[in-house]
């Protein structure tokens, strides 16, 4: 569970996004960082009991800093208002398809995972093994427990089939997607109980498969 006072901290500093204001408020955004890395922690060691390939993986490879660069940013307040962490083979950085924690009060945290804007060999990698194996891929992401923690997953679509492939390809509709990801909400409340990671794991437990299958394309050598 993630303490309240996290949470106001992140709903404050989004009303004063500022350096003065982070400044002077740095001991209440050291506690939350370390309350967010204890959960980060917890989570790591649950994924390390359904997938050994988690368990090296450490706390500051998985999180994200809360500080934006905004050279290239119309919005120059100079600090994210969520915390974030992923849990992927290597950590943030990775190239396959993990998992992720987005805490952002006011009805926007969730829990979710894929593979985010891959680069050109991983996604052609991806699109090959589902329509290859599309049965597979079909039954896994139309899961009645999948359809109802996430619906359907999500992507920027490109408008024609890509090169290779037809629009009468049962799988176009997935094969036309460059990032292939899923999410499941979490409330404020819940982000504050004790069965916040239960109720984390549980949800990347349903996901996992889906992450298997687009891990198995990409490790496939």
């Known amino acids: 569970m993630l303490q309240r006072s996290t949470l106001k901290f992140l709903k404050d500093l989004k009303g004063h996004n500022n350096k003065t204001w982070f400044d002077d408020n740095k001991a209440h955004y050291t506690q939350a960082k370390e309350d967010f890395e204890s959960l980060v922690q917890q989570i790591i060691d649950g994924l390390a009991k359904m997938d050994a390939s988690f368990a090296g993986l450490q706390v500051k490879d998985c999180v994200f800093r809360i500080y934006k660069d905004v050279r290239f940013s119309k919005d120059k307040t100079p600090y994210k208002t969520n915390m974030g962490a992923s849990f992927a083979r290597g950590g943030k950085k990775s190239p396959y398809a993990g998992y992720y924690f987005h805490l952002e009060p006011g009805g ?22 589902i329509d290859y194996n599309f049965p597979a891929f079909e039954g896994i992401v139309g899961q009645k427990e999948f359809i109802r923690l996430f619906g359907k997953v999500n992507g920027d679509a490109l408008k024609n089939a890509p090169q290779g492939y037809h629009e009468d390809n049962p799988a176009i509709a997935y094969i036309k997607l460059k990032s292939l990801v899923v999410s499941h909400h979490v409330p404020d409340d819940t982000a ?10 549980k949800t990347f437990g349903v996901m996992q498969p889906f992450i298997n299958f687009m891990n198995g394309a990409l490790l496939d050598e």
């Open 108 to 129: 926007h945290s969730f829990a979710g995972g894929g593979l985010w804007m891959p680069d050109a060999p991983s996604l052609k990698k991806i699109r090959q093994e």
């Open 192 to 201: 504050t109980q004790p069965t916040l990671v239960r109720e984390i794991l």
